[in-house]
């Protein structure tokens, strides 16, 4: 069954300080990986990544996927308390439906 | 241009009892998804509508079930209530004849089963 595992479950940072967060999966044709920010209800859309290697960069977030390994990594640098939230990462299934495999989140807290 | 919207916010019913949630999707958007996420989880799927019909299903019970309307919003509904359908319930839109894979989230509906 298709799997995606995020890492680790929880961090807290100071402000300034640089992170990174870990996505792996475990999916039959794999399409594409999403991360997506969640501060109180909606996830909203960061990056998607479809070719490994290719870093996906918006502005102190960025992104970039390893297809060999399976895993993609999100990089947040100079946190910010804005960036607390939960960072999804999913991956798009086989197929054209769209139907996205999430891993439970990694909760972030940036301290002032 | 108006996101994807959701309603009502909250909602609070007892074990049993049925349950119909509401959803827009983004304009311009055909495809709307349904996930169901647990406190302290990641969402999961539950099923996909699209051209009226329900195109994929996740894991679970026949007592979800769904619909979408010819202006492509859409209606989560579920029967006999148990605890454990205590959730955020999200609505996604998507575009099917472009990259299917970016879909939109609602802000969700936050359902309290008692």
């Known amino acids: 069954e298709d799997k995606v595992v995020q890492s680790p479950l929880s961090l807290v940072v100071h402000e300034g300080d640089t992170v990174t967060l870990n996505c792996s999966y475990e999916?039959?044709?794999?399409?594409?990986l999403l991360w997506y920010k969640q501060e109180k209800k909606a996830p909203t859309f960061l990056f998607m990544l479809?070719?490994?290697?290719i870093e996906k960069k918006s502005g102190r977030l960025s992104s970039i996927l390893d297809k060999k390994e399976l895993f993609s990594i999100l990089n947040i640098t100079a946190t910010q308390t804005g960036d607390s939230a939960v960072y999804l990462c999913?991956?798009?299934?086989?197929?054209?439906?769209?139907?996205?495999?999430f891993g439970q989140g990694t909760t972030l807290q940036v301290k002032p | 241009d108006a996101g994807v919207t959701q309603s009502p916010t909250h909602l609070i019913k007892t074990r049993g009892q049925q349950v119909t949630l509401r959803c827009s999707p983004k304009?311009?958007?055909?495809?709307v998804s349904w996930y169901q996420q647990a406190l302290g989880q990641g969402p999961q799927f539950i099923f996909q509508?699209?051209?009226?019909?329900?195109?994929q299903r996740g894991n679970f019970p026949d007592r979800f079930s769904g619909h979408q309307f010819p202006n492509y919003s859409s209606e989560l509904n579920v029967n006999a209530l148990l605890l454990g359908d205590s959730a955020l319930y999200l609505c996604?839109?998507?575009?099917?004849?472009?990259?299917?894979?970016?879909?939109?989230f609602g802000p969700g509906t936050r359902l309290t089963v008692l």
């Open positions: 996604a839109s998507s575009l099917a004849g472009g990259r299917a894979n970016e879909q939109f």
């Open positions: 999916v039959t044709n794999f399409r594409s």
């Open positions: 479809t070719s490994s290697g």
């Open positions: 999913a991956d798009h299934a086989s197929g054209n439906t769209g139907k996205l495999i």
């Open positions: 304009s311009g958007h055909d495809t």
């Open positions: 509508y699209y051209e009226e019909e329900e195109r």
